[in-house]
Nanobody, 121 residues
Framework: QVRLVESGGGLVQAGGSLRLSCVTSGSIYSIRNMGWYRQGPGEQRELVATHSRDGNTNYADSVKGRFTISRDNARNTVYLQMNSLKPEDTAVYFC???????????????WGQGTQVTVSS
C-alpha cells in the first residue's frame, strides 16, 4: 500500500519560514513527479510547485522567489522550503506523487492527508 505522509506545517507570523516534508512509502517501482498543492478556505486546490525525477521544477507565480521545492530520490522524499510567508499562503498543503507501482503499469497519482499552514499577520 502506498502512503504519502506530510510533516512540517504549523503557525507562523508573516515574513517567517516553514519547511514541509513528504515521504512516500510502500511497494513502488519508481516515482515520476512529486509536488505540493494547497487549498485555502473556500477555494479550489491549486498547484504550488512540482519536481520531476530528472530535476525540472515548476512553481506557481504567487510563490516564485519565496518557495523552493527539492527532492531526495533515495529517500522518496520531497521538501518545500517556504520563506517570506504571507497571510494569503494560509492553506492546507497536500503532497502529490505520480508514480509507477510496477514497471508494467501506467503511472498513478497519490495524495497525502494534508498539513495545515497558517500565517498570521
Amino acid at each position: 500500500q502506498v502512503r504519502l505522509v506530510e510533516s512540517g506545517g504549523g503557525l507562523v507570523q508573516a515574513g517567517g519560514s516553514l519547511r514541509l516534508s513528504c515521504v512516500t512509502s510502500g511497494s513502488i517501482y519508481s516515482i515520476r513527479n512529486m509536488g505540493w498543492y494547497r487549498q485555502g478556505p473556500g477555494e479550489q486546490r491549486e498547484l504550488v510547485a512540482t519536481h520531476s525525477r530528472d530535476g525540472n521544477t515548476n512553481y506557481a507565480d504567487s510563490v516564485k522567489g519565496r518557495f523552493t521545492i527539492s527532492r531526495d530520490n533515495a529517500r522518496n522524499t520531497v521538501y518545500l522550503q517556504m520563506n517570506s510567508l504571507k497571510p494569503e499562503d494560509t492553506a492546507v498543503y497536500f503532497c502529490n506523487a505520480n508514480l509507477y507501482i510496477t514497471r508494467w503499469t501506467d503511472p498513478v497519482n497519490f495524495w497525502g492527508q494534508g498539513t495545515q499552514v497558517t500565517v498570521s499577520s
